[in-house]
């Protein structure tokens, strides 16, 4: 069954520094997402991407992160000068379709701000 | 902003017993999603409603969707050990062109041998 993969697993970063979290979507998907969870929390919208433009937004997703299609296969969430309220799973969504159409989430990456 | 909240946030079964987590979302949904989490795993889609009133099953799972599409609730039938995880509601609200799902806070179920 096809997969949404995530890289890296773990990312340990100092405060401040600019992180790259990247995601490979379903392959025939056109719908992408990301999302984060806190250690125990829920799961948080982040953004959501649809043809090579963000189409919805959360107040999390201020300036200090973006997100970009850079090929036909990478989805990747930037963020600029992480801060340690940042540490927290990170989850790369995707699904055929808006709205009623199941989103398959990948494994997730650990960011950890020190 | 909207608001999905779910109660429990925790339960605690006997392997066997039945299971109920409810969802009440602060704005009418045009659809819920539900998602099941594992320890240490990601959200996986177990199943969506989208009618008023939607009941579905899915073996031992009971899936309701409110009249007013405001609250969802999850049943499961004498649990089993593999039922373990946090359950999810997701919702989306009824503005076209909103793509943004709502997670609740989840209900965590343990079961106990």
């Known amino acids: 069954e096809p997969e949404v993969t995530q890289t890296p697993s773990h990312q340990v970063t100092q405060m401040g520094q600019e992180v790259i979290l990247r995601c490979v979507p379903i392959?025939?998907?056109?719908?992408f997402y990301w999302y984060r969870q806190i250690l125990g929390q829920k799961v948080e919208f982040l953004v959501s991407f649809y043809n090579n433009e963000i189409s919805e937004k959360s107040e999390i997703f201020d300036d200090q992160f973006s997100v970009e299609r850079p090929d036909g296969s990478n989805f990747t969430l930037k963020i600029r000068s992480t801060k340690l309220e940042d540490s927290a799973m990170y989850f790369c969504?995707?699904?055929?379709?808006?709205?009623?159409?199941?989103?398959?989430f990948g494994d997730g990456t650990r960011l950890s701000i020190l | 902003g909207q608001q999905v909240m779910q109660i429990p946030q925790y339960q605690h079964v006997q392997e066997g017993e039945d299971f109920t987590t409810y969802c009440n979302s602060s704005t009418t949904l045009s659809n819920i999603q539900w998602y099941k989490q594992r320890p240490g795993g990601h959200p996986v889609f177990l199943i969506q409603?989208?009618?008023?009133?939607e009941v579905k099953k899915q073996k031992r799972l009971t899936f309701q969707f409110g009249e007013a599409k405001k609250n969802s609730s999850l049943h499961i039938t004498a649990t089993q050990t593999t039922d373990v995880g946090t359950y999810f509601c997701?919702?989306?609200?009824?503005?076209?062109?909103?793509?943004?799902?709502?997670f609740g806070t989840g209900t965590r179920l343990t079961i106990i041998p």
């Open positions: 997701a919702g989306l609200r009824t503005n076209f062109g909103n793509e943004k799902l709502t």
């Open positions: 969504a995707s699904s055929a379709g808006p709205r009623v159409q199941p989103q398959h």
């Open positions: 409603l989208v009618k008023s009133g």
């Open positions: 392959s025939n998907h056109l719908y």
